[in-house]
């Protein structure tokens, strides 16, 4: 009776893996072919990090419908920054023209869509002329055990850390300004930076400014910077930072988007 007994539950075990297996291996698969297909939608030089979210697979892909699918592209070439990451997140989606296998034309209905565009600090710092420029969020953001003020943690647009040497303001010492951000243009897509005032005291540079250079400096690490518009072309809901980078997220509900649109720069 024991080995009966263990021959079964081999056999049962052994099939949950297999099932298992085939399922993650479709996941993957679907997965593969949505990254081609945005790769090829959007003239990308490289495949895009795809995931579809949720297990199992099979039961949404017979229904045509995933529960989370994200998108991920970093270093995409931008005629005004340089590089940028770009990422959506999709809740509750389907292809109005196909099911479970979603091709360069597709056209994608979400019921939420979360929608982000990413420049690191090392590409902020090039297009203001301050290359050693350490962006950081507010202290308050930091020590907030959610990690920002959004559900995918970005800071508060208002009092950033940015941390560097501005060199065309005629000053040679790194120093720390508090920044804020935000968004304008009749297309929303301009991202301004205003620096506000010299920071000292622990975590910044404590480098005081004299009174002199005050307003040069504070110039130095100001600036608009236009062209960024969202994936899928979803207005800016708030704009903040995550680590060391500048991120721009608009969040829409209800909408029907095509995949091409994905990168619109």
């Not at 291996?25 to 995931?51: C, K, N, Q």
């Not at 989370?68 to 990451?85: C, L, M, N, R, W």
Request: proline share 5%; with cysteine; hydrophobic share 45%.
């Amino acid at each position: 009776m024991p080995k009966v007994l263990i021959r079964l539950v081999v056999t049962v075990t052994t099939l949950v893996l297999v099932i298992i297996g085939v399922d993650f291996g479709f996941a993957i698969f679907a997965e593969y072919r949505m990254a081609r297909s945005v790769r090829t939608a959007t003239h990308l030089r490289f495949d895009p990090w795809v995931a579809i979210l949720g297990f199992p697979f099979a039961p949404q892909a017979a229904g045509c419908r995933f529960r989370d699918v994200e998108i991920k592209a970093g270093g995409v070439e931008h005629p005004v920054v340089g590089k940028v990451s770009l990422e959506a997140t999709m809740y509750d989606m389907h292809d109005l023209r196909s099911c479970w296998l979603i091709g360069p034309g597709a056209e994608l209905a979400a019921g939420k869509l979360e929608s982000r565009i990413i420049i690191d600090s090392t590409h902020i710092g090039r297009f203001m002329g301050i290359k050693d420029l350490l962006v950081e969020a507010p202290a308050a953001d930091t020590n907030n055990a959610t990690g920002g003020t959004t559900e995918s943690g970005i800071s508060e647009s208002h009092g950033l850390v940015f941390t560097g040497t501005p060199s065309a303001a005629g000053f040679a010492k790194r120093v720390s300004v508090s920044v804020d951000l935000s968004i304008s243009g009749t297309d929303q897509s301009t991202l301004v930076f205003t620096a506000t005032q010299v920071l000292t005291g622990a975590g910044t540079a404590d480098e005081t400014v004299p009174a002199d250079h005050q307003d040069a400096v504070l110039k130095a690490f100001s600036t608009t910077m236009p062209g960024l518009i969202l994936p899928f072309g979803i207005k800016p809901t708030s704009e903040g930072a995550r680590g060391s980078d500048v991120i721009i997220e608009g969040i829409a509900t209800g909408v029907t988007v095509a995949l091409p649109a994905f990168r619109q720069s």
